[in-house]
């Protein structure tokens, strides 16, 4: 397993975990409407809804991984991160 560690700043500690609350809300109420019997679609669409935001959650952090990991890392001279980046976006597919 990597050993890497990622040093984030308080304010995107806080991002990260407002949108993570968010998605976690919206998984609650997802299986709050199955507990109800909830129509077949309107429970498609939330689930969509959270796929939207996972998504979006996933963005943030590749982004702001090229932005400092990535980028710190080539500073170094450590051209291993592009391996590194070309595999983490093959796991995307």
Known sequence: MNQKETHRSFEEK??????INRID????GIKKMIEEDKYCDDILIQLQAVNKSIKSLANLLLENHMYNCVSEELEKGNLEIIDEVVNLFRRFQ
């Not at 806080?14 to 949108?19: E, P």
């Not at 809300?25 to 609650?28: A, F, L, S």
């Open 25 to 28: 809300g919206q998984i609650h």
């Open 14 to 19: 806080k991002a990260l975990s407002n949108r």
